[in-house]
């Protein structure tokens, strides 16, 4: 799967998935990205490094945060972008995707940006473009959420520093999760001394320990003294069957509340990659405390996704190479 990422020369070609990325690439983009934002005044600046570039968004889900940031991000690098509008398009005629794919690069565009309910459509993408053509990966199905993941841990190190000695929570539905999948490679790959999956039965992959993480069915034993909490949104739009009794017993057991928050370290955060369904994972005096970094992680957005982008495209960026 991750053959496709790079090219002959072991350069970044397109950016599909966390599995397989090894760990000083993933610090390599993590600085970067820290790069973009300014050390004064936490403010990215627009540069020059994609002028003459174009950048397609090509969302077949629903999306504010992703597909904005994308945006906001491909416009910083002075990148022209389009945001594809998928269901005013021929699609809807029965134009097959290849067609579309090609069609849109016939019109001279060097990145489309893929978000898919199919897992491994970023990946068939990445397949069927010419060679000059870049695939990011803004969510497959249930696969993995790259760029997601990469401004997860960069909030987690702008709160915590170094990656070891962190004990890090994911907490809800982790089998449905893109976000989950993509994070706990990352975290692993970082070397975070512990990662608990901490949910139902029944929203829990049963290869956790593979990836790297260990499961929890019990909320307080799962974030007992954690240094991070992510909470996750219940994916009802994922879900083949019935997994869950009803949305108010969920919240009773694996809901967030601030007392429960004091079962965590006295300096833990909590983050959640949006939407959130206040009163479902979390009350909203928890999203909105002062340990919820949620808005830090979409502002955090732009600047992973600039670079991504930036490294993708190949352009020299002033960073030692690893
Ligand atoms: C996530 C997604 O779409 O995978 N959201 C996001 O990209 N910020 C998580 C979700 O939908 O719950």
């Given amino acids: 799967m991750n053959n496709i990422q790079f090219d002959n020369n072991r350069r970044l070609k397109h950016f599909i ?33 994609l002028r003459g570039k174009t950048v397609i968004n090509l969302f077949f889900e629903p999306s504010t945060r992703t597909r904005t940031t994308f945006e906001i991000a491909a416009k910083r690098l002075s990148a022209d972008v389009i945001n594809f509008n998928i269901n ?3 699609s809807s005629k029965g134009e097959s995707l290849t067609d579309m794919l090609h069609n849109l690069e016939a019109m001279h565009c060097d990145m489309f940006v893929v978000r898919h309910a199919s897992s491994g459509a970023a990946h068939f993408f990445a397949e069927h473009v010419s060679p000059d053509t870049h695939i990011v990966n803004a969510g497959d199905g249930c696969h993995e959420h790259p760029t997601q993941a990469m401004l997860d841990v960069l909030t987690i190190q702008q709160h915590k520093g170094d990656f070891a000695p962190l004990r890090v929570a994911i907490v809800g539905d982790i089998l449905h999760s893109r976000v989950a999948r993509s994070l706990i490679h990352a975290l692993s790959t970082l070397g975070v001394m512990e990662i608990r999956a901490v949910g139902p039965k029944t929203l829990l992959p049963n290869n956790l320990e593979n990836l790297g993480a260990h499961p929890y069915h019990n909320l307080h034993e799962g974030i007992r003294d954690v240094d991070v909490i992510v909470m996750l949104r219940l994916q009802r739009e994922r879900m083949s069957s019935a997994l869950l009794p009803s949305e108010h017993e969920y919240f009773q057991q694996f809901g967030m509340t601030q007392s429960l928050l004091e079962e965590a370290h ?14 479902v994972e979390m009350t ?25 982008m930036a490294i993708a495209m190949g352009v020299p960026l002033s960073v030692p190479e690893y």
């Fill in 17 to 49: 998935s966390i599995e397989g990325l090894k760990r000083d690439f993933l610090l390599k983009i993590l600085k970067v990205a820290q790069s973009f934002i300014s050390s004064q005044d936490h403010k990215i600046r627009k540069v020059p490094l």
């Fill in 88 to 90: 005013a398009s021929s």
């Fill in 266 to 279: 006295p300096d833990a955060i909590v983050m959640h990659p949006g939407p959130i369904n206040r009163g």
């Fill in 284 to 308: 909203s005096s928890v999203a909105d405390c002062p340990r919820s970094v949620i808005l830090q992680q979409v502002s955090n957005g732009i600047a992973v996704r600039m670079a991504v």
